[in-house]
């Protein structure tokens, strides 16, 4: 396979290298893996720290900045940040008003951030946790004890950061972050599987006129595989899977969301057909976020993710934010 990149042991850190001379707001420290909104500690602010293997940008580390996250910590490709990287961020961000942390339910992601808690408690930072399990495709799966935390770890990390930025204590902030993960559910789509530097060949066998319904964003497998889908078709079997579950009883924010190689021209048909099914559905939706957020390396594929929202959590969503991968209101 063809990869921009040097060597595969080197393929995180210099994409921080890279992210470092891109977004001067940022303090980004390559040697240890911690990426800092540059103001951080923010007087009277609650911290927000969040992180997961690297191969999902943006995510975290493009959603460090005003209105979201005050810390990113990038494990290896596909694997968990280790507890120092989380303890270094939660006392970069910590003005003594208490750090959350943003945890995707893989089971290294979930041990490694507990472990940093403790730590971060000894050190007397008061830390609270909110765990992200929206995808329903599986309820356990390669990596993972129960749900896996996929596209809604961005809903998270956008509504609970700007509760932070206006000021809201630490208790209130982790309410809002689990209210959030609770009103938000995630199916995903696999079109091609997914090539890691470290393999450099695709890591599982998609046959060519196939696709994967339910996969993972580390290629795990999903419900079933069926023979290739118009989008309309899989618009239909996405939303569906996704309204059986959350069962919406108010108006929605929909996040269709690419897996990495799979274009706009592509995204924005497709957001046409989730459209069409939620109107059919009968669920209304407030707003609409379409791009590649949450990916997959090279994967082609897209997710759907949707969340039921209320007038707080609408103004959250529509308030400031100032990241490298998100940003409006400022």
């Known amino acids: 396979m063809k990869m921009l ?52 940008e943006p995510l975290h580390a493009g959603f460090v900045g005003p209105g979201m996250l005050d810390a990113a910590c990038p494990g290896e ?54 765990l992200v399990n929206d995808d329903v495709a599986v309820t356990d799966s390669t990596f993972t004890a129960g749900r896996r ?23 209130r902030v982790a309410a809002i972050a689990r209210q959030v993960n609770d009103s938000s559910r995630s199916f995903g789509v696999a079109l091609s599987a997914v090539t890691t530097p470290a393999k450099g060949s695709p890591t599982f066998d998609l046959p060519t006129g196939q696709l994967e319904l339910g996969i993972g964003i580390h290629g795990e497998p999903g419900r079933e595989r069926r023979a290739m889908m118009t989008s309309g078709e899989i618009a239909d079997f996405a939303v569906d899977a996704v309204l059986e579950d959350l069962r919406p009883t108010g108006p929605v924010i929909a996040l269709v969301n690419g897996m990495g190689a799979t274009p706009l021209l592509e995204l924005y048909g497709f957001n046409a057909e989730v459209q069409r099914v939620l109107v059919e559905r009968g669920v209304p939706v407030a707003r609409t976020l379409v791009g590649n957020y949450v990916t997959s390396l090279d994967m082609a594929g897209c997710s759907v993710t949707l969340c039921q929202v209320d007038e707080e959590l609408l103004r959250l969503w529509d308030a400031p934010v100032r990241t490298a991968a998100l940003r409006w209101g400022l």
Not at 105 to 116: I, K, Q, R, S, W
Not at 152 to 169: C, I, Q, R, S, Y
């Open 5 to 56: 990149i040097n060597v595969p042991e080197t393929v995180v850190a210099d994409a921080l290298r890279g992210m470092t001379a891109a977004h001067p707001e940022l303090v980004v420290d390559v040697e240890n893996r911690v990426v800092v909104r540059r103001d951080a500690p923010v007087a009277g602010k609650v911290g927000l720290v969040s992180g997961g293997g690297s191969g999902h």
């Open 77 to 130: 490709v596909f694997t968990s940040p280790v507890p120092d990287q989380m303890v270094r961020a939660a006392a970069a961000v910590d003005s003594g008003q208490g750090v959350l942390f943003v945890v995707k339910n893989y089971t290294g992601d979930v041990l490694n951030f507990e472990m940093a808690m403790e730590l971060a408690e000894d050190e007397g930072v008061q830390v609270a946790k909110v």
């Open 149 to 171: 935390g996929t596209g809604a770890t961005l809903f998270v990390e956008k509504l609970a950061g700007a509760a932070a930025e206006e000021g809201a204590p630490l208790d």
